[in-house]
């Protein structure tokens, strides 16, 4: 487990504390990109905005309340101003994260965000294009009924699923599918289609 006096990257020099992983076993894992202010403050993960909205998307679309998924991100300490973790900082933050993932034994990760999408997905989510557009075409192409856990990227022998960021930013616009770049869809539609991904998984559908 890590401790307050982690000094493997530069962000325990401006957190307030340490961000541990926390939920239950066996279950969903949602892995964002880092501590907000409001979970820095806190020492508890996914309890600002973007956590609430997460939250309440799982109990709507997959039935969980908090209790019954687990949470972590891809770096345990707060970015100064909430940016995004440099390269060095993942790769120091990235043991503690696999033992996390080791250790609550999920049955799917949940990917929030670029950032860890990208980390988590990589053989799939590939660098140089739009995160968006890729998400749309991986979970456009998997069908419950086909067994697709096959056809879905995995980190640790685990299945991941990525999906858009839930702040308020993001979660309100809209995406262009690569397919038809004339529409515009909702970027919250295919959240919830990425939450429902992994609860078919979870319930082994």
């Excluded at 409001?38 to 973007?50: K, N, S």
């Amino acid at each position: 487990m890590i401790t307050f006096d982690c000094q493997r990257c530069r962000l325990h020099e401006t957190a307030e504390q340490v961000v541990n992983p926390d939920g239950a076993r066996h279950s969903i894992l949602a892995v964002g990109e880092g501590p907000g202010a409001i979970e820095d403050d806190y020492g508890v993960g996914f309890v600002g905005t973007a956590g609430q909205t997460l939250e309440r998307e799982i109990r709507a679309v997959a039935g969980l309340g908090r209790q019954q998924w687990a949470r972590a991100n891809i770096v345990r300490c707060r970015p100064p101003d909430n940016r995004k973790p440099r390269t060095d900082e993942v790769s120091a933050c990235a043991g503690w994260l696999d033992a996390a993932i080791d250790g609550m034994a999920p049955r799917v990760i949940l990917a929030v965000g670029e950032s860890a999408g990208r980390k988590l997905a990589n053989a799939r989510i590939r660098k140089g294009t739009a995160y968006l557009g890729q998400v749309h075409q991986l979970l456009s192409g998997l069908n419950p009924d086909a067994g697709f856990i096959r056809h879905l990227p995995h980190y640790r022998q685990v299945p991941v699923v990525p999906m858009p960021h839930t702040s308020g930013l993001a979660w309100n616009r809209r995406y262009r599918p690569p397919e038809s770049p004339g529409d515009s869809r909702a970027i919250a539609e295919l959240g919830r289609d990425a939450i429902l991904a992994a609860y078919h998984i979870l319930r082994g559908q």
